[in-house]
Structures are given as C-alpha cells and as structure tokens.
C-alpha cells in the first residue's frame, strides 16, 4: 500500500485551528495539540452559552418587571395574570422596557392588569 504524506492537507488543518485559537494564552495559541483541545472547548463553551444567554435575559427582563410592579403593590405574577386576562399581549422584554424608560405607561399597564383581576 502507498504511503499518504498529507502535506498540504495537514498544514491547511492546522492553520484554520491555530486562527481558530489566535488570541488565546501562552501554548494554546501556538502548538497544534493544545491549541485543538482549547478551540473544542471554547466552542462547546460558545454552543452552551448561545442558549444560556437566552434564558439569562428572560431572568433579568422578570426582576426588573418584579421591581417595577411592587412599586405599585402588585407581585409579578399578579400583573402577568392580570394582564394576560386583559387581553394585553406583550412580552416581557418590552415589558421590562417600558417599566424602566416610561414608568407613566407601566402604571396604566398595572391598573389595566388590577381591573382584570
């Protein structure tokens, strides 16, 4: 059987992971082994935390509509019934939106989802 060298082959896949780790400290940035095993990390990492971020907005997006609303002596889950039952379809990223930018309009919001209740 022929013996396969893979000249360019290898270096072209080497290449594309050590740009893939430019940037990263010290060995990992410049030898192929510990450079690989860092991208695979790192980009498991970036997999997981494109999900992540999503849930991490939606927590931030229910503290803030909290806070607003026990400032009107109304719990989270009260408004969200009661807005629910109103008929109002926003979602809680403009919600928590309009709660910090236009105080004025999240207490008509409040009042909306009282009288529903």
């Not at 509509?65 to 009661?82: E, K, P, T, W």
């Amino acid at each position: 059987m022929a013996r396969v060298k893979r000249g360019n082959t290898r270096l072209k896949r080497r290449k594309k992971i050590l740009r893939l780790a430019k940037g990263y400290w010290g060995t990992k940035s410049k030898l192929h082994r510990a450079a690989k095993e860092q991208v695979m990390r790192s980009l498991a990492y970036a997999y997981r935390d494109r999900r992540q971020r999503k849930r991490d907005f939606r927590r931030l997006w229910i503290i803030r509509i909290n806070a607003a609303a026990r400032q009107f002596d109304m719990s989270y889950s009260q408004l969200m019934c009661g807005l629910k039952m109103a008929g109002v379809q926003l979602d809680r990223k403009v919600l928590s939106d309009i709660a910090i930018r236009d105080p004025k309009s999240f207490e008509t919001l409040v009042n909306t989802a009282r009288q529903a209740l």
